[in-house]
Every structure is written in C-alpha cells, then in structure tokens.
C-alpha cells in the first residue's frame, strides 16, 4: 500500500514537471512568434507575389507586333501588390492629408513658427479638433472667424464655389511636396565611384505636384457623350468611393506612391500611430512585374489573366469589364452596369488574389515605353522622369500603361499587350496600382 503510493507521488511530481515544461516552452514559441510578427508589418490590402522566371511577351503568333512585343525570359524578385486599382477612396485619402496638413498650417501656426518642411510634424489630434469646428461652422459669424484666419488663403471664392460647405478648399492649392536621393544618377554619375565620400545631397530632387485628380477628363475624352454627371460625382461622390481612381497623371500616381511609404499610418486611417507604419518602399510596378503578377502564376502561357483564351465564360458572362463589340459596353447584359468603369472585386480574381488586372481601367507602370522592351533580363525596368520643360517633345515621357480598360477591346486587355500614354496626361480610363518592395523575413 506504502509503494503504491509513493509510486503515485512519483507519477503525479514527474506529470507536473512534464505539465510545466510544455507550458514555458508553449509560452516562449508564442513570444518568439508574436516578436517575429512585430518586427515584419504586411499590408493587409496587398497580395504576396513570389518572384519566378516567366516569358514575357506575345501569348499567340503577333506577326505584325513582333517588334514592339518580342517574347524573352526574365525573372523578377518577390514583391507585394495592391489586390486592386487605387480607389476613389483610397485616393481622397492622399487629398485629405494634403488637404488637413494646409489647414493646420494656416490655421494653428503662424508664419514665424513653420519649421523646415522636412520636419514638420502636423499635431493630428488638433487636426480632429479643427475638422469638428470647420465641419459645425455653419453660421456666418463662425464662418467669418474662421476666415479671418489664414484659412482664407485656402478656400475657393464664392463665384467659384458649387453647392456645399462655404469653406471649400481651392483644389488648386493642394500641392505635394516631397524629396528623394536620385539613386540612379548617383550611380552613373563618375563622381559616385568614390563611394561614401561624395556628397549625396547633389542627387537630392525635389517635387511639387498637385494631388486633385482631373475630373474634367470624362468631358475632354468624350466630348460629344453624355458625362457630365461623370464629371461632377465620381470623385467627389460617395456610391463612387469604390470605384477606380482616374484622372490621374503618371507624375501624380508617383507622388501618391511617395506619400504611401511616408505616411503609412495616415493611409491605414490611424496617423501618428507608428505601429501602423509599413516597413517598405511603394511605388508604380514595373512592367515586367505587372505582366507577371497579370498571369497569376499560371503554368501554361494563357493570354488573359485567368488563363484561358477567350473572354467570355461558357454561359456567355464576360470575364472582365471591357468593350467586347461594336457600341455595346454592357456585352449584352445590361443587367451589370459596366457602360464605364465598375466597382472593384466585381470580377472573379486572378491566381494570385489579384482583380480587374483586365479590363476596368488601364493602369500606369513605372516603365519607360520602349518598342524594343530593353536588354534587362533580371528584374527588368527603364525609368526615367522627364523635367517638366522638355517632357512634352522627349519620348522618354512616354510611360507604359497595361491591362486595358472599360472603353477597349479584348486585345488590349491581354496580359502581354503594351501600349503607352504621355506621363503628363490624365484620362478616364487609366488608374493605377502600388507595389511593396519590402525587406524579407527576419
């Protein structure tokens, strides 16, 4: 009886021990775990795009094409991807914070306290207070307080004013401003062969663009149709929040993808909360990775995102949002409103999670359009920002645009055709999507 109970003792001190060491080691796995995750911060908007070697290039026999659409190998790096176009929503994002950041100068500080732009950091929970007391300023002798600040500099004037909040801000008056090393011509430049000791500040370039996309485009494109609704509600309308952006220049997508590395925080609706800043560069994918991340990792060299040949299911449905015929934008099915561009996700995805990388609208790459696609073959780009004195007659401003859009055939809604716009112009069919080149796992 004796034995059997210190046996007992025994079975019941080695079972706790057996308990507790499982417990700390379970404890320490999920720290370590939880520390990992910590350090590496995805975005949850995009999607992962393992890098791979692919043919890039004419899907079918082009034969009138084979100069400008030569097909070649080349690989490309792991890199992240909007699983959409940039949204109207998204985009407002961009024109608030400009917006926000302007009304906080002119309205808390004074000329003598504007620190160098470089390090201003804008008060945003006295932005919040601001927007509550410019939101609720409905009287005329609030509103004429308010504008007896500086903030007059700022509002459009009344003969110039739609209908609305009297304290509209001049679209015109939001202007990005940013800096960045040119690292390019810092490694071409000869003087750059010495490394460390030359002063990087001689590549230091700066931007001014403005932000406000051109909602005029919808009349200047078509001017014998019918959009002037179009011209007046899709940015600035709620129904329209998520639809593709357009009336954006290539000059003003770079700025935007700028802005998105630097204010991470402010894009995810929490600004001056750093453990929502996004450890990464975004910017404008190239063309070789935009047709990359187009073919959806599909094993067989298909001609459309989802791989097959043709672009329409077997009932008939269209498989993206694009002009399929002869005056027909709807493609027989006037059930689905796809006359112009239509809300995203409204297609099935490719096999990466990625929508609308057909039709919708045509999105901007980073990549300079040249006919013959450039020698690269390891993560292939050219790029090359024109000064804005000569970018009208240099051809290097000819930026290449991909994926076709609501108002194009099927053809140019293929993973492999290239066309290209002028980085200067802003049409109602071409948007944009971000990548995220982020450090790896650590």
């Known amino acids: 009886m004796v034995k059997n109970l210190k046996m007992a003792r025994f079975r019941f001190l080695?079972?706790?021990?057996?308990?507790?060491?499982?417990?700390?080691?379970?404890?320490?796995?999920?720290?370590?775990?939880?520390?990992?995750?910590?350090?590496?911060?995805?975005?949850?908007?995009?999607?992962?795009?393992?890098?791979?070697?692919?043919?890039?290039?004419?899907?079918?026999?082009?034969?009138?094409?084979?100069?400008?659409?030569?097909?070649?190998?080349?690989?490309?790096?792991?890199?992240w991807m909007d699983r959409t176009e940039i949204t109207n929503e998204q985009y407002h994002k961009f024109v608030n914070y400009v917006s926000d950041s302007l009304k906080y100068l002119n309205y808390y500080l004074k000329t003598t306290d504007i620190p160098d732009e470089d390090t201003l950091k804008v008060d945003w929970r006295k932005v919040a207070a601001m927007n509550k007391i410019i939101a609720t300023a409905k009287t005329p002798k609030a509103i004429e307080g308010l504008l007896s600040s500086k903030m007059n500099e700022l509002v459009l004037s009344q003969q110039n004013r739609m209908k609305g909040h009297p304290l509209q801000i001049d679209p015109r008056k939001l202007i990005y401003r940013y800096y960045f090393v040119d690292l390019k011509k810092a490694a071409d430049t000869t003087a750059s062969r010495k490394g460390l000791e030359i002063d990087k500040q001689i590549f230091k370039v700066t931007k001014i663009d403005s932000v406000y996309p051109d909602t005029l485009v919808w009349g200047r494109d078509f001017s014998m149709s019918q959009n002037d609704p179009l011209m007046?509600?899709?940015?600035?309308?709620?129904?329209?929040?998520?639809?593709?952006?357009?009336?954006v220049t290539w000059k003003q997508a770079t700025a935007f993808c700028h802005w998105r590395t630097e204010h991470s925080d402010y894009y995810q609706n929490k600004p001056g909360n750093k453990d929502y800043i996004i450890d990464g560069i975004y910017r404008l994918p190239s063309e070789a990775e935009w047709e990359y991340a187009a073919r959806g990792n599909a094993k067989v060299n298909g001609m459309f995102p989802w791989g097959a040949p043709y672009a329409r299911t077997k009932e008939g449905r269209l498989m993206a949002n694009f002009k399929p015929g002869r005056g027909d934008y709807f493609g027989g099915d006037t059930k689905v409103d796809g006359i112009t561009p239509v809300k995203v996700r409204s297609y099935t995805e490719n096999g990466l999670g990625l929508f609308d990388m057909a039709g919708n609208v045509a999105e901007w790459t980073s990549t300079v359009y040249d006919e013959s696609g450039g020698p690269a073959d390891f993560n292939p780009n050219y790029q090359f920002d024109v000064d804005a004195s000569t970018e009208i007659t240099d051809p290097r401003s000819r930026k290449s645009i991909r994926g076709g859009s609501w108002k194009d055939i099927a053809y140019n809604c293929q993973v492999s055709t290239r066309n290209y716009e002028y980085q200067f112009n802003a049409k109602s069919y071409i948007g944009f999507r971000c990548v995220l080149s982020a450090p790896p796992k650590y």
């Open 14 to 79: 080695f079972m706790l021990l057996i308990l507790t060491m499982s417990t700390l080691l379970f404890f320490a796995f999920e720290s370590n775990q939880l520390s990992r995750n910590a350090r590496v911060r995805t975005d949850a908007q995009m999607a992962f795009i393992p890098g791979g070697a692919y043919y890039m290039g004419a899907s079918d026999e082009q034969v009138d094409n084979t100069i400008m659409n030569q097909k070649k190998l080349v690989s490309v790096a792991s890199f």
């Open 232 to 247: 007046v509600m899709y940015f600035s309308h709620k129904a329209y929040y998520q639809y593709p952006v357009v009336g």
